[in-house]
Every structure is written in C-alpha cells, then in structure tokens.
C-alpha cells in the first residue's frame, strides 16, 4: 500500500490497483492550500464520521472521480439523498469491495454534519488485504474496544489521532497502539488548529522509548507501508 497524507485526518491509500481516499477535508484547509483537488483520484471514499472537518470535500471529489462512499448506515443514506451511491457498514460488520476487505469498529466520538444532521455513530475502519493490514482509529478517545482489534488482525500499521482535545492524545496513542498491538502509529488530526498542536520532536521521542515509531509525514508526502 501507498499513502498519501493530505492534511488533517485526509489519507490517500493506493492499493491492488484502486485508489482510496480516508475522510477528505482538503480545500477548506489552509494548511493544505498546495493540494490541487482536481488532481486527486479516488475510486472510494471511506468516512469516519460526519463532523465537518472528515467530510467538506466528499461531494466536489465524487463529482470529479465519481467515488462510491463507505460509510455507515445515516452517512450513506444522507448522500444518498444528493445522488450519490454508497454502501453501508454496521458497527461490526465487515465486506469485501475488489480492493479488500473492510471492516467497520468502534470509535468513542459523536458525529453530526454541518448542517446539523444526523451522522449516527462514529467508526473506524481496519482494511485488510493481500498487500498490508492497516487500522484507521478515526476522531476517537481511548478505548477497550481496541483490545478487540488483534483478536482477528495483526496489523501492519496504526492510524491514530493525536492533537488531544478533541481526540486521543501522544500519550493516550501509545496506549492505543499497545491496545492494538502495534508500534507502528501514523499520527493524524494534530496541527489544524491552536487546540491540537503538538511537539512533534518530543512526540516521536514519547514512542521511541516504549519501543515504538511515531510517523509524521508532511501534507503531500507518500509513504509506503
């Protein structure tokens, strides 16, 4: 798998030949003005939750890719109303799209559009294939329901919120990646706002000595897992 980190909670996921795309919130954030929207493809829109910084861009990339959504049930059946298709995941459910299969967990958040209306229940997402095994936490606080994950997966990397406030903190991540059982964390939803700034030298040094690795890419930069 190939990421791309677009900003925020933005990830752009190549894999088996499809292009997938976590939670867009792209031209709405200045500190991803460099971003040419246009430019990004995107066969699937996976989204977390509702809440405007996960879902601000999900209707002008549609109309240029023309992306099938992954969501759950009140996501879906919202853009639904606009015209645009989707499938639906329960909390627990699982199914397997021609990029692999995907897996819908807990999340401890909330989650409403900004229009106000009803996003229903925050998810993350584990993905699952023959190249990698990645989980995307999604905006969540720490929580039990992570000690599940490992039961069914051994992942090849973490994807967990880290800005504090409104999510999971440094300190909190690392006990998620324990939760999980993996030591390789992808930090996402830090620096968008005064409120989820981090030190980022002190961040990865945090992780460094539980043994771990704390991956901060700049906005536009590719990772390989």
Request: hydrophobic share 40%; charged share 20%; proline share 3%.
């Amino acid at each position: 798998m190939k990421l791309t980190y677009y900003g925020h909670s933005t990830l752009g996921i190549e894999t088996n030949g499809y292009h997938l795309l976590i939670d867009p919130f792209i031209s709405f954030n200045p500190a991803a003005a460099h971003i040419v929207l246009e430019n990004i493809k995107a066969d699937y829109i996976l989204i977390t939750h509702a809440h405007y910084d996960h879902v601000m861009d999900v209707e002008a990339i549609v109309q240029a890719t023309g992306a099938t959504l992954i969501s759950n049930f009140e996501i879906i059946t919202y853009y639904e109303k606009k015209g645009i298709k989707g499938h639906a995941l329960g909390l627990g459910g699982s199914f397997t799209f021609p990029f692999g299969t995907v897996k819908m967990v807990s999340a401890q958040h909330s989650s409403s559009f900004p229009d106000g209306a009803n996003g229903g229940n925050p998810a993350g997402f584990v993905l699952s294939n023959s190249e990698n095994t990645i989980y995307i936490a999604g905006d969540t606080a720490l929580t039990q329901d992570m000690k599940l994950i490992p039961l069914f997966f051994k992942l090849d990397l973490a994807i967990l919120p880290i800005g504090g406030n409104f999510t999971m903190d440094v300190q909190e991540a690392i006990y998620a990646s324990d939760f999980v059982a993996c030591n390789r964390v992808l930090g996402v939803h830090y620096d968008t706002a005064e409120l989820i700034q981090i030190d980022h030298d002190a961040s990865k040094k945090q992780f460094e000595e539980q043994g771990k690795e704390l991956i901060l890419l700049e906005i536009g930069e590719e990772f390989d897992i």
